[in-house]
């Protein structure tokens, strides 16, 4: 694990193809194109499966630069189950999550952690802000069709982990489980959950301030 990162020129190739795919994608998504921004990130995706193994455990060598390459992947897959979400693909989009989320099982964020990624200006997200976002994903798909006991289970599953990083506040999912909760008629515990929700954005303004004087 304390290996050094070495990428050869094949591997680094396939990480300027999966940039230069993904932004194409992302500009797609911002636009709302959304099967313009699933056809880009399905190709930046195989960029990079072919380097990625059907297993880790099997690998012996280079461990370090193939969790970064698991890394971005899984950054990608979560991107691209968005897409299609967003564009009504609520199936694929759940089928996508949930693989994604047996596929982090063996990982902790340690393994994610690395000082040679920051060669290439890149730093993989932490499993735990990954499964984060993916159950919060997930009770948005569960919202949308209206299925809000089984939304409320995937955003209370996105809250058994602290926030990692205050600057995400977007993932203070309270709010919504307040919605959910008044949507099924439960009021008082959808008051409760809304003093968690304020609770929690001084919680994040707290650490935001403290994180720019360390700046």
Partial sequence: MNEELRINTEELAAIESY??????????????????AIKNMERALDALEIYIPANIKFVLVN?????????L???LVLQLGISYRKSGYYYKAKEIFK??????????????????????????????ELLRRVWREIGLIYKDLKMYNKALDAFYKSTYKPLIYASFSY???????????????????????????????KQIEKEDNKRSCQW
């Fill in 73 to 75: 992947r899984n950054e």
């Fill in 99 to 128: 693989a994604l989320i047996h596929f982090t099982k063996e990982f902790s964020n340690e393994n994610f952690l690395g000082f040679e990624e920051s060669r290439l200006g890149y730093y993989p997200i932490p499993r735990d």
């Fill in 171 to 201: 993932l203070n999912p309270w709010l919504e489980i307040a919605y959910l909760h008044e949507q099924l008629g439960d009021f008082r515990t959808a008051k409760s959950a809304k003093k968690k929700y304020r609770k929690t954005e």
């Fill in 63 to 71: 461990l370090s630069h193939r969790l970064l390459f698991l890394g």
């Fill in 19 to 36: 940039h230069k795919f993904k932004n194409r994608g992302n500009e797609c998504f911002y636009k709302k194109e959304y099967r313009g």
